[in-house]
Nanobody, 117 residues
Framework: VQLQAYGGGLVQTGDSLRLSCAAS?????MGWFRQAPGKDREAVAT????????YYADSVKGRFAISRDNAENLMYLQMNNLKPEDTAVYYC??????????????WGQGTLVTVSS
């Protein structure tokens, strides 16, 4: 499975941005991770194959929304009310869902999101 993330950019605090991830195929749970400078990669949001199960990191609950369109092999991350601490490289991943956590088997390249204060 090949994944390609895109949609990052430079925005201001309070702005919105939507990330997209194009997949080459497969029937996997998918998710978004992010890695800020000097920090470990962390899970942001996860979605099951059919989209019925969604999980979010506490830091983004109520602001971010994950969705997918299996007919188009696309996954999205709608990010609202962005904060400077959301600044990171965002990665999409595909794999298996285990107790609400995505165990990635495939990674896309990252897309940089920068939120200015």
């Amino acid at each position: 499975v090949q994944l390609q993330a895109y949609g990052g950019g430079l925005v201001q605090t309070g702005d919105s941005l939507r990330l997209s991830c194009a997949a080459s195929g497969g029937t996997y749970a998918m998710g978004w991770f992010r890695q800020a400078p000097g920090k470990d990669r962390e899970a942001v949001a996860t979605i099951s194959w059919r989209g019925g199960l969604k999980y979010y990191a506490d830091s983004v609950k109520g602001r971010f929304a994950i969705s997918r369109d299996n007919a188009e092999n696309l996954m999205y991350l709608q990010m609202n009310n962005l904060k400077p601490e959301d600044t990171a490289v965002y990665y999409c991943a595909a794999g298996t869902l285990e107790s609400g956590n995505l165990r990635p088997s495939y990674w896309g390249q990252g897309t940089l999101v920068t939120v200015s204060s």
